[in-house]
């Protein structure tokens, strides 16, 4: 029932930031629990972040805690990943999606997009 673009990545430096935007249109989006994955070069697609809502409750990989931030803003139906600190190995590409299960951080449905990349030099 939501449909979701991602915006916002580009190249930066080690150590520098970003910040990546999916802004979500439908029904009922402030039902849904909103998620970030992303998928590395070589790799399979891993989650990332999540946000409760409602409740506004955060979760993270660890690979990115105290790193990354997630945060929506509802009267742009939009959600955000501040991603801070940077590392060549979050190079990849980032996709948003809804709803997520919260216990086992996979999406509800398997409709990914074209995600946003997110390349990071050393």
């Known amino acids: 029932q939501v449909q979701l673009v991602e915006s916002g990545g580009g190249l930066v430096q080690a150590g520098g930031s970003l910040r990546l935007s999916c802004a979500a249109s439908g029904r009922a989006f402030s039902s849904y629990n909103m998620g970030w994955f992303r998928r590395a070069p070589g790799k399979e697609r891993e989650f990332v972040a999540a946000?409760?809502?409602?409740?506004?409750?955060?979760y993270y990989a660890a690979s990115v805690k105290g790193r990354f931030t997630i945060s929506r803003d509802n009267a742009k139906n939009t959600v955000y990943l501040q991603m801070n600190s940077l590392k060549p190995e979050d190079t990849a590409v980032y996709y948003c999606n809804a709803p997520i299960n919260l216990g086992t951080m996979t999406p509800l449905n398997n409709n990914w997009g074209q995600g946003t990349q997110v390349t990071v030099s050393s």
């Open positions: 946000l409760r809502w409602p409740g506004s409750i955060p």
